[in-house]
């Protein structure tokens, strides 16, 4: 009502206006005449206005109902709804429904394009696996030559990048691509651990873990798993000299599981500490290590946090780092549900 | 004698995988039939099927179910895809087990070996299962046992013991790197520690004493250890 009464408020306005002017006009010219019948003009003059607002205002009212609440608008194609018939209103509906549609091809051909670059992205890591298994079987074959240990070092590495791609462009379709579940975690921390068996004993670092067999958290296992691996693998990689250990140790308190990975390694500079989960942030190790990608932490941030876990991280320069992450525990409602091993 | 078909696309990977079966007595078998996969398989009638999923034509999903209406002989899908979609449709389409790419030799043996146990009968790979014995200078090493004879002495061994000795003398004369030993004694359940290896040189000097012999594991500083042959070699039973 109040956008309707604003945008006729100039005719409203012209209109008194004008019956202003016609009035003293005639006033003028016949004095008598006027005077006598002014009030009954006025009356009909107004009701003539108030008619024609009154069908202005039917032709328009979803309109001007819609329009001034489009700050509310929350779905792309709201003023759809719009019935009219005032032509102005129509014509700008129509415009509107056409801007809306050319929009939307636009944007489904972005989407098309980006799920095909994914399955582009895909296939070719898919593909770059198998020279990568070739070499690795080579290697193999070639066990006590000379570099061949520095060799499959740098398969392992080239894997890894591998890995790391496929789990990038995955997270943009993560939406359809998790599950939450009650997911053993002991079974899982092994699993991984085991995973990174090589980094582990070439770098002659002792993982220790202490994970109650009987705890459980509600997460996607898939991954909880990258997660880890992406945790220890840092873990493994500032870590430095023989001997040392990294330690996986969960605690089960009010209903949340804390998992925490903890390394004796060369720790975070605190100037650098609160950006480390920037999107290719590599702070001053990033620089001394030479093999940060400033890819990881960012990822693990951005899956814990699609997966409502925290994630926090503390670290001494000299003394080592720990990574923190709490979980929820399942309810004996998820129990039903749990993901096979 | 068993036949393994291989179906991988990757030449390498193919001929390399069966060079290794061969090495454990296997038949492998190898195929650049991408298009008749079921007519090679009537063919050879293997006992095992190594599968690529990812296969010019048809993939490995579509030959697993033509396969798996000639036969229930076991089939292990090799692929890269790691997913557990890959894995969960591998097993659907009619698959016994998955070596995800890039894998060791050791996974695959293990694993054709396992499916040959679990169809054929426990004792059905006898010829690839027989007791390994190993002579070294007049003593002989059962590492499954695991024992150690030398003369009329012996004695038994630890697991953990007997995976040392084995790597000593398979290397011997060369020093083995501590980062071998490291990798021999990795426990997929109870993680070693910084103890672990030192504790079991320890134990196996211990057990070559109780046979009379001193001195033979040797320690190369900052290196790693070998065997020193200190006994009378050609005290041979």
Known sequence: ?341 | MYRILIVEDDKTIAERIAGHLEKYGYHPVITDQFDAVDRVFEQTMPHVVLLDVNLPKFDGYYWCKKIRRLSSCPILFISARTGEMDQVMAIEYGADDFITKPFYYDVVVAKVKSQIRRVYGEWADRAADAERVVPFYGLTFYPERPELHYGERRVSLMKKEADLLDLLISRYPRTVKREKMFERLWDDKEFINENTLNVNIARLRKKFAELGIDHAVETVKGLGYRLNVSWNGDDAE
């Open chain 1, 1 to 341: 009502m109040r956008l309707f009464l604003r945008e006729h408020a100039s005719f409203i306005v012209l209109y008194l206006v004008q019956f202003l002017f016609l009035y003293s006009t005639f006033r003028w010219l016949d004095d008598e005449m006027v005077e006598g019948n002014i009030g009954y003009l006025f009356l009909v003059s107004l009701f003539m206005l108030a008619v024609y607002l009154a069908l202005r205002f039917a032709a328009g009212r979803d309109g001007y109902r819609l329009l001034s609440r489009a700050s509310d608008w929350q779905d792309p194609g709201s003023f759809m709804r719009m019935d009219v018939s005032s032509p102005l209103l129509r014509a700008f509906k129509d415009g509107l429904a056409r801007q809306f549609r050319l929009m939307q091809r636009e944007r489904e051909s972005a989407l098309q394009e980006k799920q095909e670059q994914i399955e582009f992205m895909n296939r070719f890591v898919h593909l770059m696996k198998t020279p990568v298994s070739a070499l690795h079987l080579i290697v193999q074959d070639r066990e006590d030559s000379d570099g061949a240990e520095d060799i499959l070092q740098e398969i392992n590495r080239l894997e890894y990048q591998l890995n790391m791609i496929l789990t990038l462009s995955r997270l943009s379709s993560f939406h359809h691509d998790f599950h939450i579940r009650p997911v053993p975690l002991k079974p899982l921390v092994h699993e991984v651990v085991n995973e990174l068996k090589s980094h582990f004993v070439r770098r002659q670092i002792y993982p220790s873990v202490d994970v109650d067999a009987e705890i459980r958290v509600l997460s996607d296992r898939k991954w909880l798993k990258f997660v880890l691996l992406q945790l220890l693998t840092n873990a493994i990689r500032y870590t430095e000299g023989a001997g040392k250990r990294i330690r996986v140790h969960a605690v089960q308190a009010d209903k949340r599981t804390t998992l925490a990975v903890k390394d004796e390694g060369v720790g975070i500079p605190p100037e650098d500490l609160p950006r480390v989960f920037e999107l290719y942030y590599t702070g001053a190790n990033g620089r001394r290590f030479g093999e940060s990608t400033g890819i990881g932490l960012y990822l693990v941030r951005n899956i814990c946090g699609k997966l409502d876990h925290e994630v926090s991280i503390a670290s001494a320069p000299g003394e080592g780092t720990e990574v923190r992450i709490t979980l929820p525990v399942p309810e004996p409602a998820d129990e039903r549900n749990v993901t096979k091993m």
